[in-house]
């Protein structure tokens, strides 16, 4: 029992119950200042690896600071990843100063000649760095990030809202920060499952709420659950600013002619797609460790399964349409391999997947009938989530022709401006809109659209060899990996990863915080999976 009771348990668990209890109005805002201090304390004392997996444990239940309304998006997920950033920097320094053969410090003092001090200097400085970014000369990950980093540095010079642009870009900084600590502590594979079950945590965390909207909404009106969440929860984990906006416009409800609407679940995310697309993101996490933990299996295949659910009942259109090219390219492995049984799992994530959007269809009826028992009003509404996935075809359809008009003034805007673009984190500039428009989450509803439209087609074409690298690491891992468990991440992530960037031509999710941060973790574990576990002589 006291192995339960650890300092880094007693700190997350009290994040879990000042979460909760703030997010739900009972203790002041402001008690979250006072578990981020506290944090902050563990994470300087504390071995680097448990601050790691606390930070990676915490992403969905990562909040707005209420310092002032100019820092009113000021989100703690922010100076904890600083924090680690920064303690894991001092102990990177020490373990390489201590090594003689490798050592910053290490005969500086003995170089009589103060141009063999520069080079000597130098030469360890460059050693460093590239110990830090772990890369080799085939490493184009880095180099690419780098690259695309000083793209959108440069796009600011072009920028209408200079302000928008650097914040964006301090934001890409600050997440890029956990990829690199990520990958550098997971240098061996105890430390990939421990990351594994922090991001499994987080994604439990977030299921956790998911059922919870679920369950509310059969006894509570939806316009009640709609004032209560946006005034309340969104005000502490996002700031009285989106509270506001989402108290009158969100995309949390499905709206139908013929039929009141019904809820697409969203969890802690501001909207619906950001929850579907960290959904995908959780399943091959989830479904790795249900092929390492035997015991467990039956659980993590349950939390898969959920995970699921809550792609198909975010209502999200664009993740239900992009499934297909995954289940072709799955189908078509399986008819060449011989070694089918990874696939096999593959295969039938996707099949549960389709097996909850066929049970979903008798959800809606449901859900009438206990609101026509709610409010004593009763009807003939018998709408099924089909007429919602009929509408992906329908260009009459207010949300398509919306997409629609936005795309065509990406397009216009990319070829009048190829180079640099209106400028990172501009986007308003596209569609005319003053500032404020960013807050409500202007995008084009489109990943690549917008990267092109904001930084140019130069950092587009770095986006995408990123993406690409991505791919082939996957690929390597799951062709070339000495251990089962870890080529079925291989084998998932890339699956899942093409899936999300079929996403990604209907939404920009991929860029919500809390998305783009498990994404991170979970591409630098796979990257560390390809230096440790993959037979360098076939890499």
Not at 55 to 80: H, K
Not at 190 to 201: D, G, M
Not at 388 to 410: F, P, T
Request: glycine fraction near 4%; include cysteine.
């Amino acid at each position: 029992m006291r192995k339960f009771f650890t300092s880094l348990n007693i700190i997350f668990g009290l994040e879990i119950i000042v979460v909760a209890l703030a997010a739900a109005g009972l203790i002041p805002r402001e008690a979250i200042l006072v578990w981020t201090g506290i944090a902050i304390f563990y994470m300087i004392f504390s071995p680097v690896r448990d601050s790691l997996w606390l930070v990676v444990a915490s992403i969905p239940l990562a909040v707005a600071l209420p310092v002032n309304d100019a820092f009113d998006t000021l989100a703690n997920w922010r100076i904890l990843i600083v924090v680690l950033f920064l303690v894991w920097l001092v102990k990177e320094i020490k373990i390489y100063c201590s090594s003689p053969s490798t050592s910053l410090c290490y005969a500086q003092d003995k170089l009589e000649s103060r141009t063999e001090k520069k080079y000597f200097s130098m030469n360890s400085l460059r050693s460093f760095t590239r110990s830090l970014m772990r890369g080799d000369e085939s490493d184009y990950l880095a180099i690419a990030a780098i690259i695309f980093l000083l793209i959108t540095a440069l796009s600011i010079g072009v920028a209408d809202y200079k302000i928008l642009a650097i914040k964006k870009l301090l934001f890409l900084i600050n997440i890029f920060l956990l990829f690199l600590i990520t990958r550098n502590l997971t240098r061996d594979k105890e430390a990939i499952l421990k990351v594994w079950q922090a991001a499994a945590i987080g994604g439990i965390t977030a299921i956790a709420v998911a059922l919870v909207q679920f369950s509310v909404i059969l006894f509570v009106p939806l316009i009640d659950f709609w004032q209560f969440w946006a005034s309340r929860v969104i005000g502490f984990f996002y700031g009285q600013n989106l509270a506001d906006l989402l108290s009158y416009s969100n995309t949390w409800f499905a709206y139908y002619q013929s039929a009141p609407p019904t809820l697409r679940l969203f969890s802690v995310f501001p909207d619906s797609h950001s929850f579907a697309m960290f959904s995908l993101i959780s399943v091959p996490i989830f479904l790795s460790l249900a092929f390492y933990y035997r015991r467990k299996k039956q659980f993590f295949w349950i939390m898969a399964g959920l995970a699921l659910l809550g792609a198909v009942f975010s209502g999200s259109r664009g993740v239900w349409i992009s499934a297909l090219p995954v289940a072709a390219i799955a189908i078509y492995f399986w008819l060449k391999e011989t070694d089918k049984e990874m696939l096999k799992k593959a295969i039938f994530s996707l099949m549960i997947f389709i097996f909850i959007f066929l049970f979903s269809t008798i959800y809606p009826p449901i859900f009438y009938k206990i609101q026509d028992w709610q409010t004593g009003q009763y009807s003939s509404s018998t709408i099924s989530f089909f007429e919602r996935a009929r509408s992906i075809s329908d260009l009459d359809e207010m949300s398509n022709k919306g997409r629609l008009e936005i795309w065509r003034n990406s397009l216009t805007s990319i070829a009048q401006k190829p180079i640099l673009g209106v400028g990172l984190g501009n986007f308003v500039s596209v569609i005319n809109e003053s500032a404020s428009a960013a807050k409500k989450g202007a995008s084009a509803h489109n990943l690549y659209l917008d990267i092109a439209s904001e930084v140019g087609v130069l950092g587009l074409l770095i986006l995408l060899l990123m993406f690409i690298d991505i791919l082939r690491t996957a690929w390597l891992v799951w062709r070339r990996s000495q251990e089962p468990h870890f080529k079925f991440f291989g084998l998932l992530f890339g699956l899942y990863f093409i899936w999300i960037l079929g996403y990604s031509f209907f939404d920009v999710v991929l860029l919500n915080d809390k998305v783009l941060l498990l994404f991170m973790v979970s591409a630098a574990t796979l990257y560390s999976l390809r230096n440790i576990s993959c037979d360098p002589e076939k890499i």
